[in-house]
């Protein structure tokens, strides 16, 4: 009788568990983060990261966010251009990714308060002198951008270039600085300097030409209640200086590895 009714309970956490998979439900006790975790030095892969394989700023910030509010943080590693879906759709509670709030993107999620402000700079060769505004680059210059990046739309829409390339990491574009396919990178200024200084490179900044651009964490449409919780404790990293610091400890970290 007592093992008829274990097996009874057993089936049935097994049919819940099975139905909370197909319908996407999940435990209650997670917070998911999606990010692309190739952008050094917010986001990253290392042996031994802060949460599993997974390091850097935003992951920081992230397990901080899901620690005030007791759940744990789960990271959904997938492809940049990906994450405004995930996050409309709920696959991801929020896209935490270095993400640039922007008009765009604010017609299909909600975003944080800032927690970043970077802008777009140029990785060029150690020892090229002939790019150094982005007005150079229209001089029949290899520019090479990463898909769903601002730095592409830049590129694109306000310097009116076609690039050379278009790669799916930061990485990529700049490891075809380093071999001479192309004369420029457009990209995110701290990943910019983490991928330049790591690869030998340099980085040539045009704050005349490249606007400065907000970070900010994306929640699907109308979640109030978790943008709340994400803004409080960003507040708090950031009237405490926590923000500053992990900035500050994650350049050198990734100065430090190769990626
Ligand atoms: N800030 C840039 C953007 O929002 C790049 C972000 C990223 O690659 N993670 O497009």
Not at 31 to 57: C, K, Q, R
């Amino acid at each position: 009788m007592k093992k008829g009714l274990l097996k009874v309970a057993a089936i049935a956490a097994v049919s819940v568990m099975a139905v909370m998979s197909l319908t996407g439900c999940r435990n209650g006790n997670e917070l998911i983060m999606g990010t692309n975790a190739a952008f050094p030095p917010f986001e990253y892969t290392t042996t031994n990261g802060l949460v599993g394989e997974f390091d850097g700023i935003d992951v920081a910030i992230a397990k901080k966010i899901a620690e005030d509010n007791g759940k744990e943080l789960k990271i959904e590693n997938m492809q940049f251009e990906g994450l405004i879906a995930a996050v409309s759709t709920g696959k991801i509670d929020m896209a935490v990714a270095g993400m640039t709030a922007d008009d765009e993107r604010r017609q299909s999620v909600d975003f944080s308060d800032t927690y970043y402000i970077a802008s777009q700079v140029m990785v060029v060769a150690a020892d090229n002198t002939d790019i150094n505004k982005a007005e150079d680059l229209k001089n029949n210059k290899k520019v090479g951008v990463v898909v769903g990046y601002t730095g592409e739309k830049i590129v694109t829409e306000n310097l009116k270039i076609e690039p050379a390339v278009r790669t799916k990491r930061g990485i990529d574009a700049v490891q075809d600085v380093k071999n001479g396919k192309l004369d420029a990178v457009v990209i995110d200024s701290a990943t910019g300097k983490a991928l330049a200084e790591a690869n030998g490179l340099k980085v040539v900044e045009d704050a005349e030409a490249f606007e400065t651009e907000e970070y900010a964490i994306a929640v699907k449409k109308g979640n109030k209640e978790l943008l709340e919780k994400i803004n409080e404790t960003l507040a708090k990293m950031k009237a405490n200086g926590e923000i500053e610091k992990l900035a500050a400890e994650y350049d050198e970290k990734v100065a430090a590895e190769e990626n």
